[in-house]
């Protein structure tokens, strides 16, 4: 059963008359009656009477019309869906997210104010290549790889505004080597990060509690169970965080790449260069904001 053939039949019924569909059709009247006898054979019923003046449909052939109807209009609807889906598929930008999710999270909304018709879809996993940007950090590296930006970021150390580090301007992060440490899963590219100043500050740290929510983090910090690390402008204002102190690090330095990368697969995209570009004014913009502050 072919396409041709179902159209054909359709504009036969519509007419009921085999001279004037053909003529609609713009076929000769012997190919369209040799058409509607293959679909009749390839079915095994009749779909026509034959009448005087024409042709009339069988009980067949309008219950083929019926069942017909909602699949040729699904045809019909087609490519009108194709290109919607296609020009959805173009405006929407798909990123992977490992780190700063505060910061891009308000980075999308800041440009959805100005591109309301641009969708976002996003994924967390370091497997995941279904991306057109990835978001995720590394300890500081010279050299960014192919089709890579880098913004750099220090961390503070977070405590509790009652401890006694509240009061100092800056510490050295071996001055709390004996504290207990509230962080991040250890699925978390930042975790791995904080293990490493730690390391480079001569301790394992230990650890009182680890949680997947930064705002977790900060608010067990403010109840008193101990301290953390709070990375500059990815995690949002510091200083509204209400009973936590965050200290500038010494030594070692505390500092790590938020590297924002291009799926080298997915590169034709205006739209994704676009975003690429403002997400980074928009980081750099906060990370201006938060200098003045410390200012």
């Known amino acids: 059963m072919e396409l041709q053939q179902l159209q054909y039949f359709l504009v036969a019924a519509k007419y009921e008359h085999i001279t004037k569909a053909a003529n ?31 042709i009339a449909l069988s009980d067949s052939g309008k219950l083929l019309v019926e069942e017909l109807k909602p699949i040729m ?25 490992l780190a700063a999710s505060v910061l891009v999270t308000n980075c999308i909304i800041a440009y959805k104010a100005k591109h309301p018709e641009v969708n976002f879809q996003f994924v967390q996993s ?8 990835c978001i995720t950090a590394t300890l500081p590296r010279r050299n960014p790889g192919l089709n890579q930006i880098t913004l750099e970021e220090d961390f503070f150390l977070a405590v ?35 293990d490493q100043f730690c390391l480079e500050a001569g301790f394992a740290p230990e650890i009182v509690f680890e949680s ?3 705002e977790a983090v900060r608010s067990l910090i403010s109840a008193g169970l ?11 204002d510091a200083a509204s965080s209400g009973n936590v102190t965050f200290l500038p690090i010494r030594s070692p330095e505390c ?22 570009d403002f997400l980074i004014r928009y980081a750099m913009d906060c990370k201006e904001q938060n200098r003045r502050r410390e200012g």
């Open 226 to 236: 101990g301290v953390g690390f709070w990375p500059e402008y990815s995690w949002g």
């Open 160 to 194: 509790p505004a009652t401890s006694k580090y509240a009061h100092y301007d800056d510490i050295d992060l071996a001055e709390v080597a004996e504290e207990g440490f509230i962080v991040m899963a250890d699925t978390r590219p930042i975790r791995r990060i904080c």
């Open 24 to 54: 609609s059709l713009h076929i000769a009247q012997p190919a369209l009656s040799q058409s509607i006898k293959r679909l009749e054979a390839e079915l095994g019923v009749k779909l026509f009477d034959r009448k005087k003046g024409g």
């Open 255 to 276: 500092k790590r790449d938020i590297i924002i990368a291009y799926n080298q697969q997915f590169t034709g995209n205006p739209l994704v260069k676009d975003f690429h």
């Open 126 to 133: 370091e497997a995941s290549t279904d991306y057109d940007l």
């Open 73 to 97: 209009k699904s045809l019909d609807d087609l490519p009108k869906k194709l290109a919607d889906s296609a020009r959805k598929q173009y405006q929407t930008i798909h990123l992977n997210v």
């Open 212 to 214: 997947m929510n930064f």
